[in-house]
């Protein structure tokens, strides 16, 4: 048994439902919660902020070994600050969004985060979601999940939050193209793509509630704890 806590990686695609269910693991053992796609987010949101052209790769460089990026509890969700700004909000937009896998795509805008994410995940206790978790920001990690669901559900399901927090969204079917589209991006380039670790449990969310999954995870982290 050990007396710290373990560290937990979710990887997998966009909008599988890795955050939510992040989160209530991390709720349920007490652990750090820490999104790692807020941090690409934040990055490219500085960027945006700065007229910086999405090509300029040496600025973003800077951008990203410059700004320090900070998380803070908070209901329903996690607050994200950029140095003491707060940008919860900010870093969900359409434009955002549209630009963070280029971003996400620099090596060393990776490097610098990967830095930063193992530096949180240190003393252990900490759920960490993202795409490179399990095989490299944490590749000791005692527990690797790989969350996928179909992009149907997933477009589904990100269709129903828009609409619940109020935000203007276009079609299932649009909503559906982007998640593809952005899949492909994530899966094919050439820094850490998203691939699953060969020591990760894969769970298929397309057919279970989210307690369902937070129930799967908790007992995988149970029999860890327990060796
Ligand atoms: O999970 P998300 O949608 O907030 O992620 C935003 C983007 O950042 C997405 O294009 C994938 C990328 N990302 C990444 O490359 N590596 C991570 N560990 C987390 C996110």
Redesign the pocket.
């Known amino acids: 048994m050990t007396t710290n806590g373990l560290q937990v990686a979710i990887d997998g695609p966009?909008?599988a439902g890795?955050?939510t269910v992040a989160k209530l693991v991390a709720k349920r053992f007490g652990y750090v919660y820490c999104?790692?796609?807020?941090m690409?987010?934040s990055v490219t949101l500085a960027a945006l902020r700065e007229n910086v052209a999405m090509d300029d790769t040496a600025a973003i460089i800077k951008i990203a070994q410059e700004i320090h990026i900070s998380f803070e509890a908070g209901d329903p969700e996690q607050r994200v600050f950029i140095n003491d700004q707060e940008v919860t909000k900010a870093i969900r937009s359409n434009e955002v969004?549209a630009n963070?896998?280029a971003v996400?795509a620099i090596p060393e805008v990776?490097q610098e985060m990967v830095k930063e994410q193992r530096q949180i995940a240190a003393q252990g206790g900490i759920v960490m979601?993202?795409?490179?978790?399990g095989t490299t920001?944490l590749p000791n990690a005692s527990v690797k999940i790989f969350l996928v669901a179909s992009a149907h559900e997933r477009a589904r399901r990100r269709f129903e939050e828009n609409q619940a927090k109020g935000i203007a969204t276009t079609t299932i079917e649009e909503l559906q193209k982007a998640i593809e589209l952005?899949d492909q991006?994530?899966s094919t380039r050439k820094v850490?793509p998203l691939t699953k670790a060969a020591d990760a449990v894969e769970i298929d969310s397309t057919h279970l509630s989210i307690d369902e999954v937070v129930d799967e995870i908790s007992k995988i982290i149970e029999k860890k704890r327990n060796n």
């Open positions: 966009a909008s890795k955050s999104d790692t796609g807020a690409y987010r969004a963070v896998s996400a990776r979601d993202g795409r490179d978790i920001v952005r991006k994530d850490s």
